[in-house]
């Protein structure tokens, strides 16, 4: 039985339902302030259905999904995958500087 829908498109974080129960995402202590592309959500809808909120999200370039950035000259650890000299995915700490 199908059940009623209103699914709209969000073309970034600009669109009207970008952020519908989209959470801030709180301060890790590392980071100085809210993403100014984000909002500090670290996300956000690229589709949304308005009956049911089931939704597909991206996640943002700018902060890489932390919601905080950093507005000084301190690098940031990100988590990140990378293979070993064997072939086989390993866990790594990356530091990038924004």
């Known amino acids: 039985m199908p059940h009623a829908s209103n699914v709209v498109s969000c073309t970034g974080p600009e669109s009207q339902h970008a952020f519908d129960n989209v959470p801030l995402q709180p301060r890790n202590g590392t980071l100085d ?36 950035v950093e507005t000084g000259r301190d690098p940031i650890a990100v988590p990140d995958i990378e293979l070993n000299p064997e072939g086989r995915p390993q866990w790594i700490i990356r530091h990038t500087a924004v």
């Open 33 to 68: 302030a809210p993403c100014p592309v984000c909002k500090g959500h670290g996300q956000w809808n690229t589709q949304i259905d308005l009956v049911s909120f089931r939704c597909s999200r991206t996640i943002c370039d700018r902060c890489s999904g932390a919601g905080w």
